[in-house]
């Protein structure tokens, strides 16, 4: 969301009733905690996978479990965002840049370390809470350019010939 008046100790935004519908932010409260971040600028490192912000869906946490100095996540969410995920491959979790360590039909799980536990609103989050959640882009682009209508020369049979999938 793009932040529109900056107040002493507050901001605003404009939601639009898209972002109601598919976000967690319909269940947030007053005094809840999100986690924030600027743009990134074209001209900065790039640490992790690119964040758009533009989220699929929202799943539950099922189970949070700590295993010695990690902490396990696993979310439930719907087969279209379910499709999108693999395991290894980039996450975010209300904005927070993962890697998926475990997939199957129905969850996912991520592992965190300490820090990302500290500094994230991850440690406010309980069982049954809801998570906005934003696969990785380049799977959609793939998607997309498999099924488009008029077939290039970039299709199934290239992308195997070449290693791709």
């Given at each position: ?29 007053n005094n809840d905690y999100v986690n924030l971040e600027r743009a990134l600028r074209l ?71 300490p820090h990302t536990q500290e500094e994230t609103n991850l440690q406010y989050k309980k ?9 990785d882009v380049i799977g959609k682009y793939v998607e997309k350019l498999l099924n488009k ?17």
């Amino acid at each position: 969301m793009t932040v529109t008046k900056i107040n002493e100790n507050s901001y605003e935004t404009d939601v639009m009733p898209e972002t109601m519908k598919r976000s967690s932010l319909k269940n947030v409260k007053n005094n809840d905690y999100v986690n924030l971040e600027r743009a990134l600028r074209l001209d900065s490192r790039l640490g992790g996978h690119i964040v758009s912000g533009h989220i699929d869906g929202t799943g539950e946490i099922t189970n949070i479990k700590q295993d010695e100095n990690a902490i396990w996540y696993t979310i439930n969410t719907s087969k279209e965002v379910m499709k999108y995920i693999v395991e290894k491959g980039s996450i975010a979790i209300d904005g927070i840049s993962l890697t998926v360590a475990m997939v199957n039909n129905q969850n996912f799980k991520v592992s965190i370390i300490p820090h990302t536990q500290e500094e994230t609103n991850l440690q406010y989050k309980k069982i049954k809470d809801i998570v906005n959640i934003e696969c990785d882009v380049i799977g959609k682009y793939v998607e997309k350019l498999l099924n488009k209508e008029d077939k290039s020369s970039i299709n199934k049979e290239f992308l195997l010939e070449n290693g791709f999938i």
